[in-house]
């Protein structure tokens, strides 16, 4: 039923749609239920602690017999930099006045996978790994291969793609400049910092597919049957949907930015460093416009989310989203709120339907 069945037998599914592991908005009954429904569901880990994925995986493994995606961050870490964290320090001071709350030197660190959480996915054995940001040290991808998990990771350019297929991937997603949260921009990144690989879906899909024989996996602005039609007739094998699941009952989506992806129009997502010193796409709000969207003075990933997190929690309070990163794709107002598995259903049904009616005659 499928024009591509090599997502399908690789990782073992029904369907070859993969809901986006979006760590802190995918929950494990959102991966249980996509999974449950034939897609492959996955869980972000990439802010999680081995113990705290440990247990995750552990409960996901108790809500579905299906093959899993276990998600993380191969970032480099955190340089310090006293200078242009002052710098950014005061850039924000006003924004502590105007909220008159004391500054607080609040330290956000996220530690890349490393030893420890390549222990858990050893024990786990889930069947799909996907990273971030790139791929681990070659040890820790050998591990992590030996454990039997198919391996995935993101590419924003042709460059990237090739560069992960020669270190042995077995699929490659290309992300393209509509998807929601983070780019995983990594060659390109190091290159080009925050105005790094700004090639839409629909550019980079088929020029991927020309140069990998890996299968590739469609992201980003895709969010309904047309949209996963369409990556087939770009020559993908399936498609990544993330902000599309942002509304499904069963995902951790905060109110606040519940109600900006309900009211979503078209033109309201930008691509931004402020929040947390990485290129990402969230809605427009007071930082981003104030600060510039792509600011050089931001410091290191994760290091602007330390300073961010008192205002954003004192907004907050007040009703607004002035300092919130409220992750979100281009296609933001495609997204339905339905449960998680019944999304699935509909997405699979409405894609068979267009590849039918596209078939000429
Ligand atoms: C709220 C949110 C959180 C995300 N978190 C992650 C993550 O933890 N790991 C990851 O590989 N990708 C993450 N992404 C990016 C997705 O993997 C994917 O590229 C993107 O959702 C596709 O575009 P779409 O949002 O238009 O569907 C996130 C996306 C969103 C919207």
């Known amino acids: 039923m499928w024009p591509d069945r090599r997502l399908v037998e690789l990782f073992g599914i029904e369907h070859p749609i993969l809901l986006a592991p979006m760590a802190g908005f995918g929950t494990v009954e959102l991966a249980a239920a996509v999974a449950n429904a034939g897609g492959l569901g996955s869980i972000g880990c990439g802010t999680m602690n081995p113990q705290v994925a440990a247990e995750a995986i552990a409960r996901l493994r108790r809500l579905t017999g299906k093959s899993i995606n276990v998600n993380f961050f191969c970032h480099d870490p955190a340089k310090a930099d006293a200078d242009r964290e002052r710098a950014w320090h005061d850039r924000l001071v006003g924004y ?33 790994v996907s990273f971030h940001f790139g791929l681990p040290h070659p040890a820790l991808l050998a591990r992590v291969k030996r454990a039997g998990s198919k391996v995935v990771s993101s590419a924003t350019t042709v460059e990237e793609a090739s560069w992960l297929e020669a270190r042995g991937v077995d699929a490659v997603i290309a992300q393209g400049y509509e998807a929601g949260g983070h780019r995983g921009t990594f060659l390109d990144w190091s290159r080009n910092g925050a105005t790094a690989s700004q090639i839409g879906t629909l550019a980079l899909v088929p020029q991927i597919a020309d140069v990998v024989r890996v299968p590739v996996i469609a992201a980003g602005g895709i969010a309904d049957g047309r949209g996963v039609a369409a990556a087939f007739a770009l020559g993908a094998a399936g498609a990544q949907i993330g902000t599309g699941f942002l509304l499904c009952p069963e995902a951790a989506t905060p109110a606040l930015h519940r109600d900006a992806v309900r009211h979503a129009r078209e033109h309201e997502t930008v691509v931004t460093n402020v929040f947390t010193g990485r290129p990402a796409r969230a809605f427009v709000n007071r930082l981003a416009r104030e600060i510039g969207l792509l600011a050089d003075a931001a ?8 300073e961010l997190a ?23 107002a495609l997204s339905r709120e339905m449960p998680a598995g019944r999304l699935m259903q509909v997405t699979v049904k409405e894609t068979l339907e267009r590849l ?6």
């Open 96 to 128: 502590y006045r105007e909220l008159g709350i004391a500054h607080e030197q609040r330290h956000v660190d996220l530690a890349p996978f490393g030893d420890a959480m390549c222990e858990v996915v050893e024990d786990a054995k889930p069947e799909v």
């Open 356 to 361: 039918r009616r596209l078939r000429c005659k």
């Open 299 to 306: 410091p290191d990933f994760p290091l602007p989310m330390g």
């Open 310 to 332: 008192p205002l954003r929690a004192a907004a907050e309070q007040e009703g607004r989203h002035d300092f919130t990163p409220l992750w979100s794709g281009q296609a933001a």
